[in-house]
């Protein structure tokens, strides 16, 4: 069957469990602290680019205030346009934001470009390869493609542990994430 089709029909069934489980697991964003990998965690000055939660997304804010809190330098994407890779903003709490499509909150226009080492990745549905559903808009597919191709970059998925699935359909545009962080555990995907 269809790539696309299939995708289709597991986004649908983990949007609802999604929504379950942020119901479920209203501190989740900060439990993800407590879970996130000592090996990972960013030295000073590190750019790490975190996501503003929307909807029932797990909220990376928890932790993006703890790394900081420890002199990390924090970005956020923006959306530049359909079949465009997102572009990474200097950001610090308490800056102010404007909405983007879908109100998803984004740096101004004219905020600092930058190129992060470490990517927080909103995840809808993951399995234990790294595979992920997203929007489906491909934009952490082909941004993840891009800053894969520019140099190193570590990917980690934040989710729900609810929304760890056998198998995610997956093609050879998809590009799986090097961790999963949840509410419960770190899992370093196999290579
Ligand atoms: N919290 C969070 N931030 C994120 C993402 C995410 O998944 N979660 N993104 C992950 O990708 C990017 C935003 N993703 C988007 C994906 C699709 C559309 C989209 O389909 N927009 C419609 C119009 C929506 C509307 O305004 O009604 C369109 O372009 O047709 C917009 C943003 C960057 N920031
Ligand atoms: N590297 C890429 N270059 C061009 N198009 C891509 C790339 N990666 C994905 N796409 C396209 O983006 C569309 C959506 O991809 P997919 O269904 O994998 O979304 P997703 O992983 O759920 O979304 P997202 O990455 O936004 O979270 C597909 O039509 C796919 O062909």
Known sequence: MF?????????KAAQARRILAHRTHPDAGRALVA?????????IGTVVAGYRAFGPEIDAGPLMESFHLEQVRLALPRVVGRGQPL?????????S??????????PAETADHTTPKLVLVP???ADLRGYRLGYGAGY?????????????????????????VAKV??????EPVDWIVTERRAIRIAK
Do not use: N
């Open 87 to 95: 572009t990474f903003h200097h950001f610090s709490p308490g800056d």
């Open 169 to 174: 359909p997956a093609g050879r545009l998809d």
């Open 140 to 164: 952490y597919d082909m941004t993840l493609a891009a800053l894969r191709k520019a140099g190193s970059v570590t990917a980690v998925g934040l989710c729900y542990d609810e929304q760890i």
């Open 97 to 106: 934001l404007i909405k983007g499509p879908f109100g998803v909150e984004e």
């Open 35 to 43: 879970h996130f990998p000592d090996a990972l965690w960013p030295a």
């Open 3 to 11: 790539l696309s089709w299939r995708k289709k029909q597991a986004r």
């Open 123 to 125: 995840l809808l549905a």
